[in-house]
């Protein structure tokens, strides 16, 4: 622990609630970009500009009625939900917001980050595909057909993208030449932002980000035509509640992956570290934003096909080259 | 009457070829290969055709030639070789149609929206159906004042009126009544009556069934309901013992109007004024609970606690002082189901029963291998009607049945003492006292001397040659005479005698169980035998002869319970009240005066909601008994007792009636009856049998308050040794009370006798006679 | 390939136009004069109801939805123009289709549709509307536009079916049926 352990703690409160903050207003935020991308207004009866809606969505979801399905095992079945979001959280504990900070009018400090550890990227890689142990658990324990495919579809999405995801993030690691996010920024300083040199890479990133955070286009799991709701069909109230709140919070947590691997996370002039990392990963969800209101849904065969056909090689791809030149460059330096 | 098939002829409809038997009318011919001809004044039952509305024009071609102008097709009948076009098939023929209905909508007001016959009406189905598109008039069309009150039950709209005179030839050939007529001529004639005087008459409502526009409509129903917001439920009337059938319009939940369902062997479509307009309203005054009295009143009681009580009480007195010490004493009004089960009880607590005011009158059964049946009077040559009550008083339709047969060539004779509607249109009268229908009935069969100044004569002699004689007694005399008279003229071989039954079901009753006479009862409560008493929907005090020793009596009983829909007088000291359903809300069946059982269908829910075979199978339960709470059930039960037994299902529809066989022995000789007693000086005999417009249904519908208005009739020497005339206000008093109404003056009443509507208890005897 | 990133310039270029959403209930808008909304019973100039009580529109009412029972007009105080009034009239707010069959069935114009359609109740009991309700002035809460503009009037539709003549005389294979 690298400010002790009541400060760790500290930090780590703040940040879950920051990060549900952040969650729900984002909620919003899609709603509304949605709503401007449709040329109509979004939500902007519930509060000043609708700002409420979260607050209005989350009473609702409290009030309904929590039921267990005849056909579904209990303790699996209550478990899932937790699995999911436990896991989406924790996914985000390494994000870096900056280096050391100074609590203003004292001399206490304290860095911007939870902890420094070497492995952090295949922490939050490892984390991001045990949240979906919760889709796989609750799909099948739910006792429906429909949640079962669901379940069946998230894990072969899972399957299918984990492996460009992960040879795109290692043609980082090899620029970097460390697992640790910090080292992994402090590689990118002085504009080196790795966006450049990994475009390709960056862009496997991308689609296999949106693939893993089950955003459209790419969430047939839950799609209605085709699954009901895949596998959060037989939750309702809170429990749904807190399946979606892991998928947001996947997405949000990807996007700040994107900010940090390619954009250099909190550096940056001027503004401080923590809102350049806001800045950066608002960029990204932005974008997440921009493709749900875009494109529609992917065929899964075609899904499958794209992760499998065109990605993985595109990725081993830039693995190579990647290698190559810097092993050439270091040789040549 | 068999159709002669042997040479039947050719006809051509548009094209289509039928072999018919000749003289049939076209219009009749043509729906047998499926041609409908429209008609407005067409109507069989009314007589032969008139050919009055001219919408049935067709072209015609006899022989080849082609006749030249069109013909109505009601009154053309079928020759050989006639080839006929209708609309369908002919320019001449479809203008004719057009042209005629033109001019029927010419004067014809724009009331459909506001007409109730709108929905229901010919002369609007006729038109969408057959007639221009458009009208052509565009002068002001002719008003009368409208609608004008024929009778209270019955309005009149000069406007709509198409002048196709069913209604007159109703009043003049079926009714025979001449209360309709068609006044003025040309374009300004209209249907009214003499001097705008009220139709009274007790068949006055069928008018506004035959009436094809609305003209002629119902008052009680008037603005009530549209045809599309209706429904209608095929039941049968509980009025009296002929059973006609009908429908009964129900809207929400309440029966509006009753209108015919025309069974052709009983009614033929016909319904008498008090079956169509006479109910049992308002429900306000309806028993909806059971009520128990105790020492402060009657209280109202969970029906559990009532039907217990009841049958505890029966049980009691039975057991405690032995068989027959309780009667079951009904007013043969009830369905065959009730009458079982209340046989049943009564069998199991040894109780006496009756179903009829006196024994001997009421067995029915006797004259089962004599019955005719009501068509029977379509293939007379003989009626012969004895007794002072009129056919129509007893039994509605049955009086226009004769007047039918009487039209188509059979001779009516008639026995009375004289001022009935019947006898203006009788063969034969012969003058009888009044009240010896009795001793003309043995006289006729030989067992005793006709009463003095009676001549029976010519009416044994024409008794004698008839080949299809029907016998109708209408006074309640001893049945076992008029088998005895049915078996000397041998009528279980010709004809036959037609029972006159005086409640509606009293036959089922009786075959259910339910036999003996209230005289019986009535001497068991006065010595004390009987200490207790069930009244089922009867009060004796109010419809039996002997009212005040009823009354009397009751009083004596320990125990009294009633099954009555009304409170009346019977309820008032009895001890246990049981609410009972009427007419539209019974199920199960009747057995009408021919032994034809019909079905009844509820139409309402009665204010109890509950139907009365449950609260019998209830205190059967009690005492043991097993009755069934539902009529299908006990059906079954009485249905394998007949001798044909029809299933509960084949009562659908027109019921039909199963014949059967006709064996007598000869009956055991009956004592001549005496002659009734000769009245006081300065005294009259009282004439006064149960007129149709009686009972606490009539007394409650106020569109029948004209049909009950008293009126006194005497003979016309009487009445100028009284010094009285006609209209003259006079006051009969008698046993039963004082019935006060305007003179009515009988060239045929007999001398001596005076004849009241009086709608009390029967009374008999003798009579003072004041002017008031 | 390239559709699929100007599809992207597409969903960009509408973030930043106005959006067209109209905000209801701050914004109403007017509908058409022949909009077929709440009903309304009307009366004649004298004060007397149109209605008569014929009960033709209860039968043409797809829904069933229209009660009509009739009576006779008083001697005093006479109700309608004709020779029955209806002494109660209600619509199953409800149960309606707002169809307008009622409007064309009524031969003396005594019910029509009005452009009134914010009828929301808490109770489905306040949705049974009685006579007097629809007798009632409705409260005009919802703008229509112009008459002049949207519904032609009876001698324009008959000029232009005037003209039906003059087209099948000299086309008569192109006049449709």
């Known amino acids: ?333 | 009457m068999a159709a002669t098939e042997t040479n039947l002829v050719t006809v051509t409809f548009d094209g289509r070829e039928l072999q018919v038997a000749p003289g049939t009318p076209l219009v009749v011919a043509a729906a047998e290969v499926g041609i409908e001809i429209p008609v407005f004044c067409y109507e069989p039952r009314l007589g032969p055709p008139i050919g009055a509305c001219r919408m049935c024009l067709v072209e015609v071609e006899i022989g080849g030639r082609a006749m030249p102008k069109l013909q109505a097709a009601c009154t053309m009948t079928t020759q050989d070789g006639m080839v006929v076009r209708t609309a369908a098939t002919s320019a001449p023929a479809k203008e004719g149609q057009d042209a005629v209905l033109e001019f029927l909508l010419l004067n014809h007001p724009l009331d459909c929206p506001v007409c109730d016959k709108g929905g229901e009406c010919p002369l609007q189905d006729l038109t969408f159906r057959y007639g221009p598109g458009t009208s052509r008039m565009t002068i002001p069309k002719r008003t009368y004042e409208k609608p004008l009150p024929i009778s209270p039950s019955v309005l009149i709209d000069r406007e709509r009126c198409i002048l196709c005179y069913r209604c007159t030839r109703f009043s003049s050939d079926v009714a025979e009544d001449g209360e309709l007529v068609a006044r003025e001529r040309g374009a300004r004639s209209v249907i009214a009556t003499f001097e705008e005087r009220p139709y009274v008459g007790a068949f006055s409502g069928n008018v506004t069934e035959l009436c094809p526009v609305g003209a002629l409509l119902p008052t009680p129903y008037r603005f009530k309901a549209r045809p599309w917001e209706i429904v209608n439920v095929p039941t049968v009337c509980t009025g009296c013992a002929v059973g006609c059938n009908t429908w009964v319009t129900l809207r929400e939940g309440k029966a509006e109007r009753v209108i015919s369902r025309n069974h052709p062997e009983v009614d033929e479509g016909w319904l008498c004024d008090r079956g169509r307009f006479a109910r049992h309203e308002p429900l306000v005054e309806r028993l909806a609970e059971p009520l128990i009295r105790d020492s402060s009143g009657l209280h109202p009681a969970t029906w559990e606690e009532a039907t217990r009580s009841t049958a505890q009480r029966l049980r009691h007195v039975s057991a405690l002082k032995g068989a027959g010490a309780v009667a079951i004493v009904t007013g043969g009004n009830l369905t065959n189901e009730e009458a079982y089960g209340w046989a049943a009880i009564a069998r199991s607590v040894g109780a006496r029963t009756a179903s009829g005011p006196v024994a001997a009158a009421g067995e029915w059964e006797r004259l089962d291998p004599y019955a005719a049946r009501i068509d029977d009077l379509d293939r007379s040559d003989l009626i012969v009607v004895i007794g002072d009550a009129d056919v129509a008083d007893r039994a509605g339709v049955v009086d226009l049945r004769i007047r039918k047969a009487r039209r188509a060539g059979a001779h009516l004779a008639i026995v009375s003492a004289g001022g009935t509607i019947l006898e203006r249109d009788a063969g034969s009268f012969v003058a009888a006292p009044a009240g010896s229908a009795a001793a003309i009935v043995a006289a006729l069969a030989g067992a005793g001397a006709a009463p003095a100044g009676v001549d029976l004569a010519d009416l044994g002699a024409r008794l004698a040659v008839a080949s299809h004689p029907v016998l109708v007694v209408t006074d309640p005399i001893a049945i076992a005479l008029i088998e005895q008279l049915a078996h000397t003229l041998r009528l279980h071989e010709r004809g036959g005698v037609l029972p006159m039954p005086r409640g509606a079901n009293e036959r089922g009753a009786r075959l259910a169980g339910l036999s003996g006479g209230g005289d019986a009862v009535l001497a068991g409560l006065e010595s004390g035998e009987i200490r207790a008493v069930v009244l089922v929907g009867l009060d004796p005090t109010a419809e039996w002869p002997e009212a005040e020793r009823w009354h009397m009596a009751l009083a004596q009983a320990d125990h009294v319970v009633t099954v009555s829909a009304f409170v009346n007088s019977a309820v008032s000291w009895s001890h246990i009240v049981l609410p009972q359903t009427v007419d539209h809300e019974r199920e199960g069946t009747v057995t009408n005066l021919e032994g034809r059982i019909q079905r009844l269908r509820p139409v309402t829910k009665g204010p109890s909601g509950r139907s009365d075979l449950v609260a019998i199978a209830a205190i059967a339960e009690v005492l043991g008994v097993p009755v069934a709470p539902t009529p299908a059930k006990v059906y079954a039960t009485l249905a394998a007792d007949l001798t044909v037994p029809l299933s509960w299902s084949q009562l659908n529809g027109r019921a039909p009636l199963p014949s059967r066989g006709r064996e007598a022995r000869a009956p055991k000789k009956v004592a001549a009856p005496k002659a009734p007693p000769a009245p006081a000086a300065g005294r009259f005999v009282l004439v006064a049998p149960r007129p149709l417009f009686a009972g606490p249904a009539v007394e409650r519908t106020a569109a029948l308050a004209h049909q009950r208005a008293p009126w006194v009739m005497l003979n016309h020497a009487d009445a100028d040794a009284l010094g009285v005339a006609e209209h003259d206000v006079i006051s009969v008093t008698h046993a039963g009370g004082t019935h006060t109404g305007p003179l009515r003056i009988s060239r045929r009443l007999v001398a001596g006798a005076v004849r009241i509507n009086w709608a009390g208890a029967p009374a008999t005897g003798d009579a003072t006679v004041v002017r008031s | 390939m390239l559709d699929q990133v100007k599809g992207f310039s597409v969903t960009l270029r509408h973030l930043f136009r106005k959006p067209v959403t109209q905000e209801y209930p701050e914004y109403r808008r007017p509908v058409y004069p022949r909009f077929r909304g709440r009903h309304q019973l009307h009366r004649h100039e004298n004060g007397l109801e149109k209605c008569v009580g014929c009960s033709l529109c209860a039968a043409a009412c797809p829904a069933d939805c229209i009660r009509v029972v009739p009576a006779e007009n008083p001697v005093e105080g006479r109700v309608s123009a004709g020779e029955r009034y209806a002494r109660i009239y209600e619509i199953n707010m409800a149960r309606c289709i707002f169809c307008g069959y009622c409007e064309l069935a009524c031969p003396f114009d005594a019910i029509t549709l009005g452009n009134d359609f914010e009828l929301s109740e808490i109770s489905r009991d306040a949705l049974v509307y009685t006579k007097d309700m629809l007798l009632a002035k409705p409260e005009r809460r919802t703008p229509s536009k112009s008459v002049e503009l949207y519904d032609v009037p009876v001698q324009e539709m008959e000029r232009v079916l005037g003209m039906y003549d003059v087209i099948t005389a000299t086309n008569p294979e192109g006049a449709p049926e």
């Open chain 1, 1 to 333: 622990m690298v400010d002790g352990f009541i400060v760790t703690v500290i930090k780590g409160f703040a940040l879950v609630n920051l990060l549900m903050g952040f969650f729900a207003f984002m909620t919003w935020v899609e709603r509304r970009l949605i709503g401007r991308f449709q040329q109509r207004l979004g939500p902007n009866r519930v509060g000043p500009a609708g700002l409420l809606q979260p607050i209005a969505d989350l009473g609702k979801l409290l009030r309904k009625q929590s039921m267990i399905p005849t056909g579904a095992r209990p303790r699996l079945y209550l478990l899932a939900p937790f699995v999911s979001l436990t896991c989406a959280i924790g996914a985000f504990g390494f994000m870096p917001f900056g280096g050391l900070a100074t609590i203003p009018g004292t001399s206490l400090t304290f860095h911007l980050y939870m902890a420094d550890s070497n492995v952090a990227l295949l922490f939050v890689a490892a984390l991001g595909s045990l949240g979906f142990y919760g889709l796989l658990i609750g799909g099948w324990a739910s006792g429906s057909k429909y949640a079962m495919l669901g379940g069946m579809r998230a894990i072969a999405q899972l399957v299918s993208y984990e492996v460009a995801f992960t040879l795109a993030v290692i043609g980082v690691l090899i620029h970097a030449r460390s697992l640790s996010f910090i080292d992994i920024v402090h590689a990118q300083s002085g504009w080196y932002w790795y966006i450049l040199p990994q475009f390709l890479g960056f862009l496997v990133f991308m689609v296999a980000a949106v693939a893993e955070s089950n955003r459209p286009p790419f969430d047939l799991t839950e799609a209605d035509g085709e699954v009901v709701a895949g596998y959060h069909t037989e939750y309702g109230g809170m429990r749904f509640a807190m399946f979606a709140n892991a998928e947001f919070i996947n997405a949000i947590t990807l996007s700040a992956l994107a900010a940090v691997l390619f954009l250099a996370g909190p550096e940056g002039p001027l503004l401080p570290g923590p809102l350049w990392m806001l800045i950066k990963t608002g960029l990204f969800l932005f974008i997440f934003i921009w493709l749900r209101a875009t494109t529609p849904r992917v065929r899964f065969d075609q899904l499958m096909s794209l992760g499998w056909k065109l990605l993985l090689p595109v990725a081993t791809l830039n693995l190579l080259v990647t290698a190559f030149f810097v092993v050439y460059g270091s040789s040549h330096a």
